[in-house]
């Protein structure tokens, strides 16, 4: 298994294992990534200032993904935690935990001081493993997502 920074190659791969997790959850609902536009263009959306995506893959073939954003109006020094997604044949290995771990050992180096992230109840599994990793839950969203379809909120500090 390698995880390396995301290639323009990898656009398509990564918006069929997202959509594809999301609908063995039910979570592919209106509101979520599922149905954003950027899920198909990612290396582009990672090219903005600030941003990172690492990419795993296992005999070139990609099987997760999780990335750390800028999001809009955010509070000074938070980035967020965005598109944490593993194939179904990865899920139960760690890698998951891993590609977060990565994602916020990139964000402390780059000047970050807290990490926020959005879930829904679809995905309890990563939300219990959020919490395993210090991530604490809010009342009420922080910044602009544009996920209105995400109702758990969370936040850690690097």
């Not at 298994?1 to 039910?26: Q, Y």
């Not at 290995?93 to 050992?105: I, N, Y």
């Not at 219990?128 to 009342?139: C, N, R």
Request: aromatic fraction near 10%; proline fraction near 6%.
């Amino acid at each position: 298994m390698e995880i390396r920074p995301i290639e323009s190659r990898d656009n398509e791969a990564l918006a069929k294992v997202i959509r594809t997790a999301l609908a063995e959850f039910g979570a592919n609902k209106p509101g979520t990534v599922y149905f954003d536009p950027t899920t198909d263009a990612l290396y582009e959306l990672f090219q903005t200032p600030g941003s990172f995506y690492f990419v795993a893959t296992h005999d070139e073939k990609v099987i997760g993904g999780c990335g750390i954003f800028p999001t809009e109006n955010l509070p000074n020094g938070t980035c967020e935690l965005v598109k944490l997604y593993v194939a179904k044949e990865a899920r139960g290995t760690g890698l998951g935990k891993q590609l977060m771990e990565q994602s916020m050992s990139w964000a402390k180096a780059n000047g970050y001081s807290h990490v926020y992230l959005e879930s829904m109840p679809e995905l309890k599994k990563a939300v219990s493993i959020y919490e395993k990793v210090g991530f604490a839950p809010l009342d009420h969203p922080l910044g602009n997502s544009g996920h209105d379809g995400c109702d758990i909120w969370m936040l850690k500090a690097l």
